[in-house]
């Protein structure tokens, strides 16, 4: 799928810019926040959806190694900066991630 996206867009820059993600971002937050009459939706970054995703996995799987992966961070340091910021009340029920064989086997025991 990769090489028939990079032989449809044969530019110097196929994916979009940063910047432009962000601006685009922007763009559609302040709509909504002007159209629900909600002015405190423009203070959400872009950066906070993704903070917000890095604390749900780790809340719903508690495994701090899956939720590096996810996240693609190198340092397991930087990971757990998002273990540290929110506390969770209610422990029902912890998921966790198997990636093989072995490690289903040891999950269902």
């Avoid at 820059?13 to 993600?21: A, M």
């Avoid at 930087?78 to 990636?99: D, G, H, I, M, P």
């Amino acid at each position: 799928m990769l090489r028939l996206y990079l032989a449809k867009y044969e530019s110097n820059q196929p994916f979009p810019h940063s910047e432009w993600i962000g601006k685009i971002w922007r763009k559609y937050r302040n709509r909504t926040a002007r159209k629900l009459n909600e002015p405190h939706l423009r203070r959400i970054r872009l950066y906070d959806l993704r903070h917000y995703y890095a604390t749900m996995t780790y809340h719903k799987t508690k495994d701090i190694l899956y939720t590096k992966q996810q996240m693609g961070h190198k340092k397991i340091e930087t990971t757990l900066l998002y273990t540290q910021l929110v506390y969770f009340n209610s422990e029902e029920y912890a998921c966790k991630v198997a990636r093989n064989l072995e490690e289903i086997v040891q999950l269902v025991k």
